[in-house]
């Protein structure tokens, strides 16, 4: 066995053996320190011959590096080692709880709103407001509902002064009037917003919300008018199948008039949307009557189009499953906190309504 | 409207089933509001099981009877017939009916100290015989039917519509049977009326006097001699009683009846009570009279009366008088058809609040037609139940009826609901709903009938047709997916920003009335009009609100009252300033109270300050777009706010234009309303300023300046007026050279021990960096002796060494 090997087999195991950095440094020191074994060799190297230099020299610079490798591996490794059992020491209780955070939560109406604009936007319509404050023109007689017409007794009206020519809008209709009243046709609006009456039980609240829409252009007929509820409606409600049917009715302000109602049935005590065998009223709609087109100078012979108005608290209801309208409104901390939405869960066309 | 489907088979011989003819009803427009059971006095009694006979502890002749009636609790009935046995099937009567034999309403009652709750019933009690010794004994075939009502078998339901008001002619169950028919549900059956020859004149005389705003156009009338008044016969009592009306007397429920068959409301007089003659005319002021509902009446000028020598009679279209009210006693008779105008009549009713069915009838229009059918129906009715002999009709008419007549292009309806229907499908719609139509060349001469004065114009007969052809004939067409106009506004577009941006904060958003409490909203108007509502739903509701605040601190205080004391509520929405339309504006308000966390194991808690609110509305007002250096704050706000804890924000460059106010709620407030908290603030950000503001001053992103020149920081303490604005003091340092210092940030302000009681100590931190070299000492040493300089001069500030 040549010097060589010797020195290789019994630093190998004794590197084997070592432990700990100081050991290691030892170990370190005998071989490569002033006197140390590698750098006696070198010393040795010198005295051989020609001939023998090159083997020795190539064996023994393999060997050094050798060495120097595995030393400096086992370093890495006692270094990790002992860091580990340091970290052991730190262990902590990680199911404490976080530092506090507070989520704002958004309205359902705002939310369903904001629903809706985004299920009407991708067909084209624009959203419009108007004043909560309306008078008595644009409220009823513009909507062809003159003065002593019994029609006005289903508009339970709040009034601002003694005369009735000042009022809380009794639906978001004047929205309409508004419109084609400063623009020109096609008009294609949506117009959400508060809207008051002045009756108030279980199923009844002073304020609620509606959305007005209405689309006024050339040959817009009661097919268009299905067809965008249709759709609608599929949208909202984010169901494929649902039964639908148009039933006649009467409003002044629109002829023909129809009430939408939808399918629905009762599971579990909840209501599901969708084919069963019970209708629902979700909405009121029909083509714009002429003599509204007339009191906003629109040309009844050259444009027509539809309107419709929907309840959106109602739409909040069914779609969430909230029982209780007046609760909308009472400001409880645990009934925000539970039926309210996220700020982050923006509705949008590209995202989806919901989360 | 009510109706029950064997009158409705009077007007139409149909064979449609009953769940057929709801589903018509409701798709041609009459929409069913409800399929009930018909009521009827004896509706309450059931078929019941006597299940088992207990002795009654008190008394030898009584028994305990445990009775089944049909639902999940058996009841306990105290018994004295001798018949009770067990497995008995009998009738039970429960507490609340009326006993046909003695006209006593049963009440829950103890017998000898055991409670029963209802009664056994004989068939004497029932009237169905004389038999009173023992309750009845119904045959097995019954068992089927406990709990059923015993009288109830097959006499179906009764519908209730809702009638749109349009359709007064839908008041009468022949319309209805009308419009059944035209949707193909079978035939229209003729009306018919008994021909009898009378021989004498109405000898009572009657008079419309021509009075302005007459209500009264014409006045049908006809006297029925030596009748014998009395009830009414089973089956009318029966048909008035499933309108959910009362059976009176015979001469009552048959105008009833015919004002619900054909919609033609009537009077009766009893002919003996009247003085003289009839006079119809305007009331005059102050005229007195006791109505029909018990009640006495004032009465305002110009009312359509129907009066005699004596004054008014009854109130026109609307109700009569008691003075000449019939009775059972009543003999001689003048029964009154007539025609009022629908609006004037509306007006008197709406005056006196005074609502009948008669007026519900008249303001929707009734068929000026109908008064000869609607007398001569009556008469015959009430000659066949009570006798008499009847006179011949008389009318007054000041007015003839009109007849109108449209010009109809057919091409309407297929431009309007977007499908063809041939010519002659129109015609026959048209005709089965009694329009009479003559072609005119290229269109149709439609001819209204008399009932329906709901149509005006070629669109009501569009309706009339797709009506009648069923809307489930249309065709849907699928919307375009084409937008000719962005979905939101400018302003909308910030809405929906603040709305999330403050949410985001974690802030819960309300909802609240656009109305509030005047005694809360007092406190919040500033600088706008305080509009009361005329009829408010109650008294904390009766003013519309000047601020967001007064709701919004109700129901922040009503949430402390439930127990929670760390939240954040606002609201978006108008606030008011005036009662004329537009004089609203949009505000984002909110409000904070309590502590800044919950109880938490590792973090130090504190109150809600100014600070937290003032961060809440500059990160809102950053998010919605306006820049730091963009406003500036001062310390003058409305009187609501704590006045040394609050800010108004404005733009720097229009300070008249409000964009924010902060801060901290007067505490007087607080304690005025009983709020149980340390202290709340608030924020109102007018969303409205802000739009204008950002829309004069719109920004596109600048281009990024950055420097990768060394930057250096000093610091510096300055000794100055306690009143001396932080805000001021950043401003002149960032003047000094703007191109030079990049940011200045206070870090301390302290005041106290060492430092004079009016001044105060603020410590800032200045960036300095070049954008074109790396500064060295030299220029360092500069810039920070012309800070000092600078602010000593500007301010009178010492630096602190």
């Given at each position: 066995?040549?010097?060589?090997?010797?020195?290789k087999?019994?630093f190998?195991?004794?590197?084997?053996?070592?432990?700990?950095?100081?050991?290691l440094?030892q170990?370190?020191s005998?071989?490569?320190?002033?006197?140390g074994?590698?750098?006696?060799?070198?010393?040795?190297?010198?005295?051989?011959?020609d001939?023998?230099?090159?083997?020795?020299?190539?064996?023994l610079?393999?060997?050094?590096?050798?060495l120097?490798?595995?030393?400096?591996?086992?370093?890495?490794?006692?270094?990790?080692?002992?860091i580990?059992?340091?970290?052991?020491?730190?262990?902590?209780?990680?199911?404490?709880?976080e530092?506090?955070?507070?989520?704002?939560?958004?309205?359902?109406?705002?939310?369903?709103?904001?629903?809706?604009?985004?299920i009407?936007?991708?067909?084209?319509?624009?959203?419009?407001?108007?004043p909560?404050?309306?008078n008595?023109?644009?409220?009823?007689?513009?909507?062809?509902?003159?003065?002593?017409?019994?029609a006005?007794?289903?508009?339970?009206?709040?009034?601002?002064?003694?005369?009735?020519?000042t009022?809380?809008?009794?639906?978001?209709?004047p929205?309409?009037?508004?419109?084609?009243?400063?623009?020109?046709?096609p008009f294609?609006?949506?117009?959400?917003?508060?809207?008051?009456?002045?009756?108030s039980?279980?199923?009844?609240?002073?304020?609620?919300?509606?959305?007005?829409?209405?689309?006024?252009?050339?040959?817009?007929?009661?097919?268009?008018?299905?067809?965008?509820?249709?759709y609608?409606?599929?949208?909202?409600f984010?169901?494929?199948?649902?039964?639908?049917?148009?039933?006649?009715?009467?409003?002044?302000?629109?002829?023909?008039?129809?009430?939408?109602?939808?399918?629905?049935?009762?599971?579990n005590?909840?209501?599901?949307?969708?084919?069963?065998n019970?209708?629902?009223?979700?909405?009121?709609?029909?083509?714009?009557?002429?003599?509204?087109?007339?009191?906003?100078?629109?040309d009844?012979?050259?444009?027509?189009?539809?309107?419709?108005?929907?309840?959106?608290?109602?739409?909040?209801m069914?779609k969430?499953?909230?029982?209780d309208?007046?609760?909308?409104?009472?400001?409880?901390?645990?009934?925000?906190?539970?039926?309210?939405?996220?700020?982050?869960?923006?509705?949008?066309?590209?995202?989806?309504?919901?989360? | 409207?009510?109706?029950?489907?064997d009158w409705?088979?009077?007007?139409?011989?149909?064979?449609?089933?009953?769940?057929?003819?709801?589903?018509?009803?409701?798709?041609?427009?009459?929409?069913?509001?409800?399929?009930?059971?018909?009521?009827?006095?004896?509706?309450?009694?059931?078929?019941?099981?006597i299940?088992?006979?207990?002795?009654?502890?008190?008394?030898?002749?009584l028994?305990?009877?445990?009775?089944?009636?049909?639902?999940?609790?058996?009841?306990?009935?105290?018994?004295?017939?001798?018949?009770?046995?067990?497995?008995?099937?009998?009738i039970y009567?429960?507490?609340?009916?009326?006993?046909?034999?003695?006209?006593?309403?049963?009440e829950?009652?103890?017998?000898?100290?055991?409670?029963?709750?209802?009664?056994?019933?004989?068939?004497?009690?029932?009237n169905?015989?004389?038999?009173?010794?023992?309750i009845?004994?119904?045959?097995?075939s019954?068992?089927?039917k406990?709990?059923?009502?015993?009288f109830?078998s097959?006499?179906?339901?009764?519908?209730?519509?809702?009638?749109?008001p349009?359709?007064?002619?839908?008041?009468?169950?022949?319309?209805?049977a009308?419009?059944?028919?035209?949707?193909?549900?079978?035939?229209?059956?003729?009306?018919?009326?008994?021909?009898?020859?009378?021989?004498?004149?109405?000898?009572?005389?009657?008079?419309?006097?021509k009075?302005?705003?007459?209500a009264?156009?014409?006045?049908?009338?006809?006297?029925?001699?030596n009748?014998?008044?009395?009830?009414?016969p089973?089956?009318?009592?029966?048909?008035i009683?499933?309108?959910?009306l009362?059976?009176?007397?015979?001469?009552?429920?048959?105008t009833?009846?015919?004002?619900?068959d054909?919609?033609?409301?009537?009077?009766?007089?009893?002919?003996?009570?009247?003085?003289?003659?009839?006079?119809?005319r305007?009331?005059?002021?102050?005229?007195?009279?006791?109505?029909?509902?018990?009640?006495?009446?004032?009465?305002?000028?110009?009312?359509?009366?129907?009066?005699?020598?004596?004054?008014?009679?009854?109130?026109?279209g609307?109700?009569?008088?008691?003075?000449?009210?019939?009775?059972?006693?009543?003999k001689?008779i003048?029964?009154?058809s007539?025609?009022?105008d629908?609006?004037?009549?509306?007006?008197t009713?709406k005056?006196?609040n005074?609502?009948?069915?008669?007026?519900?009838?008249?303001?929707?229009g009734?068929?000026?037609?109908?008064?000869?059918?609607?007398?001569?129906?009556?008469?015959?009715?009430i000659?066949?139940?009570?006798?008499?002999e009847?006179?011949?009709?008389?009318?007054?008419k000041t007015?003839r009826?009109?007849?109108?007549?449209?010009?109809?292009?057919?091409?309407?309806?297929?431009?309007t609901?977007?499908?063809?229907?041939?010519l002659?499908?129109?015609?026959?719609?048209?005709?089965?709903?009694?329009?009479k139509?003559?072609?005119?060349?290229?269109?149709?001469?439609?001819?209204?009938?008399?009932?329906?004065?709901?149509?005006?114009?070629?669109?009501?007969l569009?309706?009339?047709v797709?009506r009648?052809?069923?809307?489930?004939?249309?065709?849907?067409?699928?919307?375009?997916?084409?937008?000719?106009?962005?979905?939101?506004?400018?302003?909308?577009?910030?809405?929906?920003?603040?709305?999330?941006?403050?949410?985001?904060?974690?802030?819960?958003?309300?909802?609240?009335?656009?109305?509030?409490?005047e005694?809360?909203?007092?406190?919040?108007?500033?600088?706008?009009?305080?509009?009361?509502?005329?009829?408010?739903?109650?008294?904390?509701?009766?003013?519309?609100?000047?601020?967001i605040?007064?709701n919004l601190?109700?129901?922040?205080?009503?949430?402390i009252?439930?127990?929670?004391?760390?939240?954040?509520?606002?609201?978006?929405?108008?606030?008011?300033?005036?009662?004329?339309?537009?004089?609203?504006?949009?505000?984002?308000?909110?409000?904070?109270t309590?502590?800044?966390?919950?109880?938490?194991?590792n973090?130090?808690?504190?109150?809600?300050?100014?600070?937290?609110?003032?961060?809440?509305?500059?990160q809102?007002?950053?998010?919605?777009?306006?820049e730091?250096?963009?406003?500036?704050?001062?310390?003058k706000?409305?009187?609501y706010?704590?006045?040394g804890?609050?800010?108004?924000?404005?733009?720097?460059?229009?300070?008249?234009?409000?964009?924010?106010?902060?801060?901290?709620?007067?505490?007087?407030?607080?304690?005025e309303?009983?709020?149980?908290?340390?202290?709340?603030?608030g924020?109102?950000?007018?969303?409205?300023n802000?739009?204008?503001?950002?829309s004069?001053?719109k920004?596109?992103?600048?281009?990024?300046?950055?420097?990768?020149?060394?930057?250096?920081?000093?610091?510096?303490?300055?000794?100055i007026?306690?009143?001396?604005?932080?805000?001021?003091?950043?401003?002149?340092?960032?003047?000094?050279?703007n191109?030079?210092?990049?940011?200045?940030?206070?870090?301390?302000?302290?005041?106290?021990?060492?430092?004079?009681?009016?001044?105060?100590?603020?410590?800032?931190?200045?960036?300095i960096?070049?954008?074109?070299?790396?500064?060295?000492?030299?220029?360092?040493?500069q810039?920070?002796?012309?800070?000092?300089?600078?602010v000593?001069?500007?301010?009178?500030?010492?630096?602190?060494?």
């Amino acid at each position: 066995m040549s010097e060589i090997e010797k020195i290789k087999n019994q630093f190998f195991s004794k590197l084997e053996e070592a432990k700990d950095l100081e050991k290691l440094n030892q170990i370190k020191s005998e071989l490569f320190g002033k006197n140390g074994i590698i750098s006696n060799q070198f010393k040795v190297l010198a005295t051989k011959s020609d001939e023998d230099k090159k083997t020795f020299a190539s064996e023994l610079n393999t060997l050094k590096n050798d060495l120097q490798i595995i030393i400096s591996k086992k370093v890495e490794k006692i270094k990790i080692e002992e860091i580990n059992k340091k970290l052991e020491n730190e262990k902590i209780d990680v199911t404490l709880p976080e530092r506090s955070f507070r989520i704002g939560k958004i309205h359902p109406v705002s939310q369903v709103i904001d629903e809706i604009s985004s299920i009407f936007s991708e067909i084209g319509f624009s959203v419009e407001e108007g004043p909560d404050v309306e008078n008595e023109y644009n409220n009823f007689t513009a909507l062809n509902t003159p003065k002593h017409h019994p029609a006005r007794d289903m508009h339970d009206t709040f009034y601002l002064d003694e005369d009735k020519k000042t009022l809380l809008r009794t639906h978001t209709s004047p929205v309409q009037i508004r419109t084609m009243l400063k623009g020109k046709p096609p008009f294609k609006i949506i117009a959400p917003g508060r809207t008051y009456r002045s009756d108030s039980d279980q199923t009844h609240s002073p304020m609620f919300h509606q959305l007005e829409g209405l689309h006024i252009d050339q040959d817009i007929s009661m097919g268009h008018l299905k067809g965008c509820l249709n759709y609608f409606i599929k949208e909202f409600f984010e169901i494929d199948k649902i039964k639908m049917r148009f039933r006649p009715s009467h409003f002044p302000f629109t002829e023909p008039s129809a009430e939408v109602d939808i399918g629905y049935e009762i599971k579990n005590d909840q209501i599901v949307i969708g084919e069963g065998n019970k209708w629902l009223e979700i909405l009121g709609c029909g083509m714009v009557h002429p003599n509204v087109l007339k009191n906003v100078r629109v040309d009844h012979k050259k444009f027509q189009g539809y309107a419709f108005g929907i309840g959106i608290d109602r739409l909040a209801m069914l779609k969430y499953g909230i029982n209780d309208l007046r609760a909308f409104f009472e400001c409880d901390y645990r009934w925000l906190n539970h039926y309210g939405f996220d700020p982050l869960d923006v509705p949008t066309n590209y995202r989806g309504l919901s989360k | 409207m009510k109706l029950t489907i064997d009158w409705l088979k009077e007007h139409i011989s149909t064979n449609k089933t009953e769940a057929q003819i709801v589903e018509k009803l409701n798709s041609t427009g009459l929409e069913v509001e409800s399929v009930e059971p018909r009521k009827n006095d004896l509706s309450d009694f059931l078929v019941a099981k006597i299940l088992k006979v207990e002795k009654h502890p008190n008394a030898d002749r009584l028994t305990l009877c445990v009775v089944d009636i049909g639902q999940k609790e058996l009841v306990k009935v105290v018994c004295g017939a001798p018949n009770a046995k067990n497995n008995l099937l009998t009738i039970y009567a429960p507490p609340g009916a009326i006993i046909p034999k003695n006209k006593m309403k049963l009440e829950i009652s103890k017998i000898r100290g055991e409670t029963s709750y209802g009664m056994l019933c004989s068939g004497a009690e029932l009237n169905l015989s004389n038999e009173s010794e023992g309750i009845i004994e119904l045959n097995e075939s019954f068992k089927k039917k406990i709990g059923k009502s015993y009288f109830n078998s097959n006499k179906g339901n009764v519908i209730e519509l809702s009638i749109t008001p349009n359709r007064p002619d839908c008041l009468g169950i022949r319309g209805i049977a009308r419009d059944l028919s035209a949707s193909g549900f079978g035939k229209l059956k003729e009306y018919k009326i008994k021909k009898t020859k009378q021989k004498n004149k109405q000898s009572l005389k009657v008079k419309i006097e021509k009075n302005k705003s007459q209500a009264c156009t014409i006045f049908g009338s006809c006297l029925i001699k030596n009748i014998k008044n009395q009830e009414s016969p089973d089956w009318l009592k029966n048909r008035i009683l499933s309108l959910g009306l009362r059976p009176i007397s015979a001469v009552v429920d048959v105008t009833n009846y015919v004002m619900f068959d054909l919609n033609r409301p009537l009077h009766a007089y009893d002919t003996d009570k009247i003085k003289k003659e009839i006079i119809v005319r305007n009331s005059k002021k102050g005229e007195k009279f006791k109505a029909l509902d018990n009640k006495d009446y004032v009465l305002d000028k110009d009312m359509c009366v129907i009066s005699d020598y004596d004054g008014v009679l009854g109130l026109g279209g609307v109700i009569g008088g008691t003075r000449s009210g019939t009775e059972l006693n009543t003999k001689n008779i003048l029964l009154e058809s007539a025609y009022f105008d629908s609006e004037i009549t509306r007006k008197t009713s709406k005056k006196l609040n005074l609502d009948t069915d008669a007026k519900f009838r008249f303001e929707r229009g009734i068929d000026p037609n109908s008064i000869i059918l609607g007398l001569a129906k009556a008469s015959e009715m009430i000659i066949d139940i009570c006798g008499g002999e009847a006179t011949k009709i008389d009318i007054q008419k000041t007015k003839r009826p009109e007849t109108k007549k449209i010009l109809f292009d057919a091409n309407l309806v297929s431009k309007t609901i977007g499908i063809q229907i041939r010519l002659n499908e129109i015609v026959k719609i048209l005709e089965d709903l009694g329009f009479k139509i003559k072609k005119k060349r290229k269109d149709l001469e439609v001819e209204i009938p008399s009932w329906r004065p709901d149509i005006f114009g070629q669109i009501d007969l569009v309706e009339e047709v797709i009506r009648i052809k069923g809307f489930d004939k249309i065709n849907s067409i699928k919307p375009e997916k084409e937008r000719l106009k962005a979905t939101l506004n400018y302003t909308q577009r910030h809405f929906h920003l603040a709305q999330r941006s403050v949410a985001s904060k974690g802030y819960l958003e309300a909802i609240t009335w656009s109305f509030t409490d005047e005694k809360i909203n007092k406190f919040f108007l500033v600088n706008s009009k305080l509009t009361k509502l005329v009829n408010p739903i109650s008294s904390d509701l009766n003013v519309l609100r000047n601020s967001i605040y007064p709701n919004l601190i109700y129901y922040l205080k009503k949430n402390i009252d439930r127990g929670f004391e760390n939240f954040s509520l606002f609201e978006i929405g108008p606030s008011f300033e005036g009662r004329e339309p537009g004089q609203q504006k949009t505000v984002v308000c909110g409000v904070k109270t309590g502590n800044v966390n919950e109880k938490n194991w590792n973090e130090q808690n504190r109150s809600i300050d100014v600070f937290d609110i003032k961060k809440d509305v500059m990160q809102t007002l950053s998010e919605l777009g306006l820049e730091r250096g963009d406003i500036i704050i001062e310390d003058k706000t409305p009187q609501y706010y704590h006045p040394g804890k609050s800010g108004v924000i404005f733009a720097k460059k229009d300070q008249k234009n409000i964009l924010a106010y902060f801060g901290e709620l007067h505490p007087n407030i607080l304690k005025e309303l009983d709020i149980k908290t340390n202290a709340v603030q608030g924020f109102e950000i007018y969303l409205d300023n802000l739009v204008k503001y950002k829309s004069k001053n719109k920004k596109t992103k600048s281009r990024m300046n950055t420097s990768d020149f060394q930057k250096s920081e000093r610091d510096f303490a300055f000794v100055i007026d306690k009143s001396f604005k932080s805000q001021d003091l950043i401003e002149i340092i960032s003047n000094v050279d703007n191109s030079l210092i990049q940011n200045v940030r206070i870090f301390d302000v302290y005041q106290g021990e060492n430092i004079p009681s009016d001044k105060k100590s603020v410590a800032l931190n200045v960036t300095i960096q070049s954008s074109v070299k790396t500064l060295n000492e030299e220029d360092l040493n500069q810039i920070t002796k012309k800070i000092i300089s600078t602010v000593e001069k500007k301010t009178g500030a010492k630096i602190r060494s």
